[in-house]
T-cell receptor, first 107, second 123 residues
């Protein structure tokens, strides 16, 4: 199985901050990586697919980059509604696997 | 607008079989845009785990860690797909999500999700 490791596991930030979350794969996954946002009690919401493609309806302050084993999700200017947990997911091979999550909290 | 809704018992006894159904609305389950459907679960306070994916024709892809206990099937006449997980233990307690799987080849992702249903395994 491909292991997905996210860092940090949690972070505190202020509204307006630039936030970067990292996801590392245990082997190369090309660009086959997605990012999801999950708020408490809600289903995950797709933000980014194939590493850098923005899902329709997702604000442009979210962006993704990377290929191979190292990927980043960037929020250019953190908004109050962005406080949530973020997950990466690889689809290079089955089983599809998710990272452990990064919780973004209010500073 | 594609919508998914999970249904099934919220409490299952240990060693029994967990059965959930996902009802799809807004598109046919065998549409030319959406035809792969997945199940993902999340134990309370933990991360996400892919359970498996089913093609509208019935082809299945399972997580090897659950493969011996999981069965997915689809009912195109009802626009539903279903999950059965046998011999459950407390470790199977989780919120279970159904989702539409989009993309192609290795570039696949889950773009629409049900609200999730909590299944507790307890006697």
């Amino acid at each position: 199985d491909i292991q997905m490791t996210q860092s940090p596991s949690s972070l505190s930030a202020s509204v307006g901050d630039r936030v970067t979350i990292t996801c590392r794969a245990s082997q190369s996954i090309s660009s086959y990586l997605s990012w999801y946002q999950q708020k408490p009690g809600k289903a995950p919401n797709l933000l980014i697919y194939t590493a850098s493609s923005l899902q329709s309806g997702v604000p442009s302050r979210f962006s993704g980059s990377g290929s191979g084993t190292d990927f980043t999700l960037t929020i250019s200017s953190l908004q109050p509604e962005d406080f949530a947990t973020y997950y990466c997911q690889q689809s290079y091979s089955t089983p599809l696997t998710f990272g452990g999550g990064t919780k973004v909290e209010i500073k | 607008q594609l919508q998914l809704q999970e249904s099934g018992p919220g409490l299952v006894k240990p060693s029994e079989t967990l059965s959930l159904t996902c009802t799809v609305s807004g598109v046919p389950i065998s549409s030319n845009t959406y035809y792969y459907w997945g199940w993902i679960r999340q134990p309370p306070g933990k991360g996400l785990e892919w359970i498996g994916t089913i093609y509208y024709s019935g082809s299945t892809y399972y997580n090897p860690s659950l493969k011996s206990r999981v069965t997915l099937f689809v009912d195109t006449s009802k626009n539903q797909f279903s999950l059965e997980l046998s011999s459950v233990t407390a470790a199977d307690t989780a919120v279970y999500y159904c989702a539409s799987q989009a993309g192609f080849g290795s570039g696949i992702y889950f773009d629409y999700w049900g609200q999730g249903t909590l299944v507790t395994v307890s006697s």
